[in-house]
C-alpha cells in the first residue's frame, strides 16, 4: 500500500474519531448529571437548589478573561509564513496554491496586528 494513502486514512480515522468520543463522554456526563438530579429529587431537594449545585460543579466560576491583542494577527502571521517557508523549501510540489494561501493567510495577520495596534484594543470582547 501507498505510504500516502496510509497516511490519509490513519489521518480520516483520527480526525473522525475525535468527535465520536467527544459525544460519547459528553452523553455519559448528561446521564450522571441526570442521575443526581433524580436522586435529589427524591430526596426532597428543589431542582433549583440541585441546578446551582451541578452547575458549579461542572464549571468553576474563572474570572473573566481579558482580550489578548495581536493574538488574531500573530496567529495568521505564524500560519502565513509557515506556508510560504514550506513551499520555499520544497515540499509544495511546485503548487501555487500553498503560495497563494499563505500570501493572504499572512496578509489577513498583518491587517489584525495592525488593526489591534491602532484601536489600542479599546474594544472588548463579550
Known amino acids: 500500500m501507498d505510504e500516502g494513502i496510509l497516511i490519509a486514512l490513519v489521518a480520516i480515522i483520527g480526525g473522525l474519531s475525535i468527535p465520536l468520543f467527544w459525544f460519547y463522554?459528553?452523553?455519559?456526563?448528561?446521564?450522571r448529571n441526570a442521575r443526581v438530579m433524580e436522586k435529589a429529587i427524591e430526596a426532597g431537594h428543589s431542582p433549583q437548589e440541585v441546578m446551582r449545585v451541578l452547575g458549579n460543579q461542572a464549571a468553576p466560576?474563572?474570572?473573566p478573561g481579558q482580550k489578548?491583542?495581536?493574538?488574531k494577527g500573530l496567529?495568521?502571521?505564524a500560519i502565513g509564513s509557515a506556508f510560504l517557508v514550506?513551499?520555499?523549501l520544497g515540499?509544495?510540489?511546485g503548487d501555487d496554491g500553498m503560495v497563494i494561501v499563505g500570501t493572504?493567510?499572512?496578509?489577513?495577520g498583518f491587517a489584525f496586528f495592525l488593526s489591534d495596534l491602532f484601536n489600542g484594543g479599546q474594544q472588548k470582547d463579550n
Request: aromatic share 14%.
Open 75 to 77: 496567529v495568521l502571521i
Open 61 to 63: 466560576a474563572q474570572p
Open 104 to 108: 493572504i493567510l499572512l496578509f489577513l
Open 91 to 93: 515540499y509544495g510540489n
Open 68 to 71: 489578548v491583542r495581536f493574538r
Open 86 to 88: 514550506t513551499s520555499n
Open 25 to 31: 463522554f459528553d452523553s455519559k456526563s448528561k446521564e
